[in-house]
């Protein structure tokens, strides 16, 4: 049984199918949502004259929300599942686009608090969305699926641009930006709550083929009342002390009911060199990485490490050589272009390998990390385009740079085997 299954002739849709569907459509939303501010702040700066530092803080302030609950959003949907985690925070990040445009009548202060507040909404769904595909899809299926939910976001925000800008133009002005896509995710919250489920083998109507699929070489997730089935993993002939630092394996691989974490290994989690590999390093390429793995039968390092690379290159690449090589605006946004598509396979050098039940957990990690940036990344774009004249250079300069020594620390420390159980 693979991803596309040929039986729908019969009727039946598989439930992973409709549960990814709704994952990157939450994904796609979310990054339209946070994505239309790019669009809507110019017409709101013609009404309100703001500054480009003014910009920079109210676009930057999102992310001030979003860093707070990725780690937070990992652990409780670890521990409760994704349905319930995820529902919550659609509807959040809905109420607060909603409320944008009152925000912005009060004052900007009003404005940068709805922002954040928009950010603690959608901060849990990126960890929440790659735990439910750790419990929803095989390890043969996960790189390509991981991959369609990276090119979700990009959907998004490509989304976003043109549907905002017909909106913002329209008759109905910028507020009706953010009531146009404030329904949108109002719609897809009810169709979650209709369709979503944290685990397979809650999923009535699901086949016993399907199911059979999704759970083989699947083992199940520790909690406090399953501990005594554990026992501890001889590292290297030594043996591991009886704590939090624990590597546990179930004795029995096979599990009939479904378990969520009561307990995460915070210790283990920051003593694996695999898991700070992911902190410092910040679609067709998922099925590419996919077939090299399973079919072409290359290691699985040598496949991320490679992805990696060439993720990497692809938008350095661009972003330095746009300045002198792009003469008209086309050029560049050809460029540019081909420098995410390339950005893509950076997807394939994920964190599903080596700890599936703490998929949540450590995409939290590593996306906390990614937006320590973010704090003052943005606010201080704004500000050196006002000191250097809208001088764009320095900024892809930067940008490359630490792409560069992020991809560094991933090539150096990354692992591919499961070293958290």
Same mark, same amino acid.
């Given at each position: ?84 985690v995820l529902a919550i ?24 608090l709805c922002r954040i507040?928009?950010? %603690? /909404?959608?901060?849990?769904?990126? +960890?929440?969305?790659?735990? =439910?595909? $750790?419990?929803? #899809?095989?390890? !043969? ?13 990009? %959907? /998004?925000?490509?989304?976003?641009? +043109?549907?905002?800008?017909? =909106?913002? $133009?329209?008759? #109905?002005?910028? !507020? ?27 999923? $009535?109507?699901?086949?016993?083929? !399907? ?188 940008c490359s740079l630490f ?19």
């Amino acid at each position: 049984m693979v991803l596309t299954i040929t039986n729908w002739w019969s009727g039946y849709i598989p439930k992973r199918i409709i549960i990814i569907f709704l994952c990157i459509s939450a994904i796609i939303i979310s990054y339209a949502d946070r994505s239309n501010m790019a669009i809507a702040i110019v017409y709101m700066t013609k009404e309100f004259n703001w500054s480009h530092s003014t910009q920079g803080y109210i676009s930057s302030s999102f992310y001030f929300g979003y860093i707070t609950t990725q780690i937070i959003g990992g652990v409780l949907t670890d521990k409760f599942g994704g349905r319930r985690v995820l529902a919550i925070s659609a509807v959040t990040w809905t109420l607060f686009t909603l409320l944008t445009p009152i925000a912005a009548r009060i004052n900007i202060y009003c404005l940068i608090l709805c922002r954040i507040c928009l950010g %603690i /909404g959608e901060g849990p769904t990126y +960890p929440c969305v790659h735990s =439910l595909i $750790s419990k929803w #899809f095989p390890p !043969e299926e996960r790189t390509r699926v991981v991959s369609a939910v990276t090119v979700s976001t990009f %959907i /998004g925000m490509a989304i976003a641009m +043109p549907i905002s800008n017909l =909106l913002g $133009s329209s008759q #109905f002005g910028w !507020e009706s930006i953010f009531w146009v896509f404030a329904i949108v995710g109002s719609f897809w919250s009810v169709i979650w709550y209709l369709y979503g489920k944290s685990d397979p083998r809650d999923y $009535s109507g699901i086949s016993k083929d !399907e199911l059979d699929w999704i759970l083989k070489n699947k083992s199940p997730i520790s909690s406090e009342n399953n501990f005594e089935n554990y026992q501890i993993i001889i590292d290297n002939n030594q043996r591991i002390p009886a704590n939090e630092n624990d590597m546990l394996l179930p004795k029995n691989q096979i599990s009939s009911g479904s378990f969520y974490v009561h307990k995460v290994p915070w210790k283990l989690i920051f003593s694996r060199r695999e898991v700070w590999a992911i902190l410092l390093c910040q679609s067709f390429s998922g099925y590419i990485c996919d077939y090299a793995i399973n079919k072409l039968k290359i290691r699985v390092i040598i496949v991320r490490k490679s992805s990696n690379i060439i993720g990497t290159l692809g938008i350095t690449t661009s972003l330095l050589l746009i300045p002198y090589l792009a003469e008209t605006s086309v050029e560049g946004l050809f460029m540019i272009t081909a420098g995410f598509a390339l950005y893509s396979f950076q997807a394939a050098s994920f964190l599903l390998d080596i700890a599936p039940n703490y998929a949540g957990v450590l995409c939290g990690l590593g996306i906390t990390c990614g937006m320590v940036p973010a704090f003052f990344g943005i606010a201080l774009t704004g500000w050196i385009l006002e000191v250097t004249d809208n001088d764009w250079n320095i900024i892809w300069r930067v940008c490359s740079l630490f792409n560069f020594i992020g991809s560094a620390f991933y090539l150096l420390l990354a692992g591919s085997e499961v070293v958290i159980y």
